[in-house]
């Protein structure tokens, strides 16, 4: 069969920077350190809007808090002014259902010159 050699490689091993920490120490620093992280724009609007669902009304208790999403007014989920501008308090239902409108809604546009009645 030959002389064929086996070529081997090495498993290139991250640097650590000069300071000592390694990438990952620092991703996982930045990760923590953001002020937009889901957890806090949550938490924020659930303090200042509360436990209601703007669309429904119904009114939640703190063991429900989970039942309970925070929906971005203008679909950008990066936009999250302090003052809670852009978000509403939505049950996950309603929810489900504002994000389904635009769906059906499109759907029905493309669909509109298909009909045959």
């Known amino acids: 069969m030959g002389n064929r050699q086996r070529i081997r490689f090495r498993k290139i091993q991250p640097k650590k920077p000069e300071?000592?920490?390694s990438v990952d120490e620092i991703v996982r620093e930045l990760r923590g350190a953001s002020p937009s992280s889901v957890s806090?724009?949550?938490e924020q609007s659930l303090r200042i809007h509360g436990l209601i669902c703007a669309?429904?009304?119904r009114e939640f208790e703190p063991?429900?808090?989970n039942l309970i999403t925070v929906h971005h007014?203008?679909?950008n989920h990066r936009n999250n002014p302090s003052d809670g501008s852009n978000w509403e308090n939505l049950c996950i239902?309603?929810?489900d259902d504002e994000h389904s409108r635009g769906l059906l809604g499109d759907y029905l546009q493309d669909n509109r010159g298909r009909r045959t009645r």
């Open 19 to 21: 300071h000592g920490k």
């Open 40 to 42: 806090d724009y949550r």
């Open 55 to 57: 669309k429904c009304g």
């Open 63 to 65: 063991k429900d808090r």
């Open 73 to 75: 007014k203008d679909g």
């Open 93 to 95: 239902y309603c929810h």
